[in-house]
């Protein structure tokens, strides 16, 4: 089993739409989470830290379930800048950062 | 504001040949990293390092080294380039966090594509 696992995809939705991804870890002693956007042959980028309590930024919510170990990233009101890789991101500890394999998302007009 | 840079952005390599691919940050950060991401995986992290003249090795360091003889510079040398290291490298930097751990969210250079023939 891999440590973190995500759906590859694509996620083909139309503006406007609600899309919702989730991810799921091994390590149960994970610690900090993370979710990090990559465009096409670019560098990730952070875009939202995961919080036990949950936590949004704008139409950006991401949640932390760790009964069921998953996080999951909702965006509301898809805009076709979302288009984009989404990589789940969990430090183990130390300096173990796993990373996702990415869900691509495809927003279209 | 240049956060992190790599230079080169690409490269094509001779099986054999050596080179070094650079990375420096000015965000003043402890720690830095180099991944390499290959088609439709996750970033696997080569080799960290928590401040000048302290590295160590992650979880595919085989064919390559590092020196930090700096805060801001943490360069990855290929000494024997070989077909498998076709890949795209990203180095990294984090502020230290907790203790001795490396939880803080990590800022990306735009990458070094390799191709190695």
């Known amino acids: 089993r891999k440590e973190v696992e995500q759906d590859p995809g694509p996620f083909n939705v139309p503006e406007g739409a609600t899309v919702a991804f989730n991810c799921t870890y091994s390590?149960?002693?994970?610690?900090?989470f993370f979710w990090y956007r990559q465009d096409c042959r670019k560098e990730p980028k952070l875009l939202m830290s995961?919080?036990?309590s949950g936590n949004e930024d704008g139409r950006f919510t991401a949640q932390l379930n760790r009964a069921s170990q998953y996080i999951s990233l909702l965006i509301r009101d898809s805009k076709l800048s979302d288009s984009a890789t989404y990589l789940c991101?969990?430090?183990?500890?130390?300096?173990?950062?796993?990373f996702g394999a990415g869900t691509r998302l495809f927003v279209k007009a | 504001n240049a956060g992190v840079t790599q230079t080169p952005k690409f490269r094509i390599l001779k099986i054999g040949q050596s080179m070094t691919l650079q990375c420096t940050q000015d965000?003043?950060?402890?720690?830095m990293y180099w991944y390499r991401q290959d088609p439709g995986m996750g970033l696997k992290l080569i080799y960290y390092?928590?401040?000048?003249?302290?590295?160590d090795k992650g979880e595919v360091p085989n064919g390559y080294n590092v020196s930090r003889s700096t805060t801001e510079d943490f360069p990855l040398r290929l000494e024997l380039a070989a077909p498998s290291q076709t890949s795209v490298y990203f180095c990294?930097?984090?502020?230290?966090?907790?203790?001795?751990?490396?939880?803080?969210?990590?800022?990306f250079g735009d990458g070094t594509r390799l191709s190695i023939l």
């Open positions: 990294a930097s984090s502020p230290p966090g907790q203790g001795f751990h490396s939880n803080q969210p990590q800022h």
């Open positions: 390590n149960s002693a994970s610690q900090s």
């Open positions: 995961v919080y036990s």
């Open positions: 991101v969990v430090y183990t500890g130390g300096f173990k950062t796993i």
């Open positions: 965000m003043n950060h402890n720690y």
């Open positions: 390092s928590v401040g000048a003249g302290i590295t």
